[in-house]
């Protein structure tokens, strides 16, 4: 595997994330939603630098079931209630094609009667086909690769890698 950012980096910029955050949501209240499992990892890192008063669910989200090719999205569980007075953020680890994403923020617009704010840690640009608009991006990458570790799984491991790395040739076999 190739590593495309390294562990250093991913901190640095998820202290930048929360900054832009924290100024952003200054005297208000949030309700950051982290999509599972992918953004397991960033959510934590990201909440723990967040001094805005708030308080974090999960909803499970899938979609690449054991490969690399995106699959049906499904959803999973109940989306949380939010008190009238939250701001809601919505944590996720990559937008790839940007269909889960598209579909999520239907979903979350009907369901939430606000708007709704996305942060996410990559953006992988090379095969987008449904427009997504992000507030808070990690890191843009113009790449197709299939990307692991920082939450993002190969058919269910490498999750727990600390850097961002792309599988090469013969690893996804
Ligand atoms: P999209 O619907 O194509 O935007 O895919 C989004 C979901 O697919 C993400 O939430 C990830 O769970 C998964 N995904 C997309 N690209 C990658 C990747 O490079 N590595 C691991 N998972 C990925
Ligand atoms: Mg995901």
Redesign the pocket.
Known sequence: MRILVSENKIQRRVGELAALINRDYAGRRLLVLG?LK?SLIFLADLVRRIRVPLRYEVVV????RDG?E?GA?DFYGELPQAEPDEAILVV??????????SKLRRWLDSHYNRSVGLCVMLD?QG??N?V?ELDYVGFTLETN????GYG???AGGMRNLPFIAALEEGETE
């Open positions: 999509i992918g989200i899938s979609s690449y690399t995106p999205v996720e680890d990559i937008i790839d094609t940007g269909q889960t994403m992988k095969r987008r449904n997504v690769d299939f990307l692991v993002l799984d190969y």
